[in-house]
């Protein structure tokens, strides 16, 4: 497709579990995000890879969080043994590269429930 | 280090009337400056960004923002409010940095975005 790409759309999962979200890029975008807007909150920013650099992780709130980019291209982020407070709406995004104020383009989001 | 305040959670207008939704910021470099729109149940979505030049600069659906570096804000306004314009609005900040010669370079991992304005049209 044309856009941001995320899977599952919806997810809900017993404490405890490990889940992992999908992103598929918008094709040629050198650079990933990950962010996360749970209730009532602002985005949140998690991770960001930029083609074969090392990811900016500074936003992962726990080792729990870990999310990898194979070949380039789709990511997944992994959430381990999850907890109630990990309920909310990951987005993931793309963009050309990191220069000259290219806009990032975002997906319509992988909505989690822990319960 | 940098921070977006939105001023209002929930905002509601009359359709017709005019639309104004406030963003004031803080960064310590040149800062760019993004409007986002979400729909409901749908992903977020451009509509419109300040990066140099033209400090009023126009966004799609009839949205503008003017950038005032004195008063760093970056309000988002719309003359006449129409009930599809009933969303959620963020508005976000990226650090900015000089990189080669003068061309400036952003930092979009690092984008800070507000806690959003709740748009309301009333008929």
């Known amino acids: 497709g044309a856009g941001v790409s995320q899977s599952p759309s919806n997810k809900v999962t017993e404490k405890g579990k490990d889940v992992e979200l999908r992103c598929d890029p918008i094709s040629g975008h050198t650079a990933l995000y990950w962010y996360r807007q749970s209730l009532g909150q602002g985005l949140e920013f998690l991770i960001y890879?930029?083609?074969?650099?090392?990811?900016?992780k500074s936003g992962l709130p726990s080792d729990r969080f870990s999310a990898e980019r194979t070949g380039g291209s789709v990511s997944t982020l992994t959430i381990q043994r999850t907890q109630q407070e990990d309920s909310a709406v990951y987005l993931c995004a793309s963009s050309p590269d990191r220069l000259s104020g290219n806009t990032i383009y975002f997906g319509e989001g992988s909505w989690l429930t822990v319960v | 280090a940098q921070s977006v305040t939105q001023l209002g959670s929930h905002v509601s207008v009359s359709e017709g009337a005019l639309v104004l939704l406030r963003c004031n910021y803080s960064s310590s470099v040149p800062p760019y400056l993004f409007w986002y729109v979400q729909y409901p149940n749908q992903g977020l979505q451009l509509l419109l960004k300040?990066?140099?030049?033209?400090?009023l600069v126009k966004g799609i659906n009839g949205f503008e923002a003017e950038f005032k570096k004195s008063e760093t804000s970056f309000h988002l306004t719309k003359p006449s409010a129409h009930m599809s314009d009933a969303a959620e609005y963020f508005c976000?900040?990226?650090?900015?940095?000089f990189g080669k010669g003068t061309r400036l370079h952003i930092l979009p991992s690092k984008s800070t975005f507000g806690d959003g304005t709740t748009l309301t049209v009333k008929p």
């Open positions: 300040y990066t140099t030049g033209a400090t």
């Open positions: 890879f930029q083609g074969n650099s090392a990811p900016d």
């Open positions: 976000a900040v990226t650090p900015s940095f």
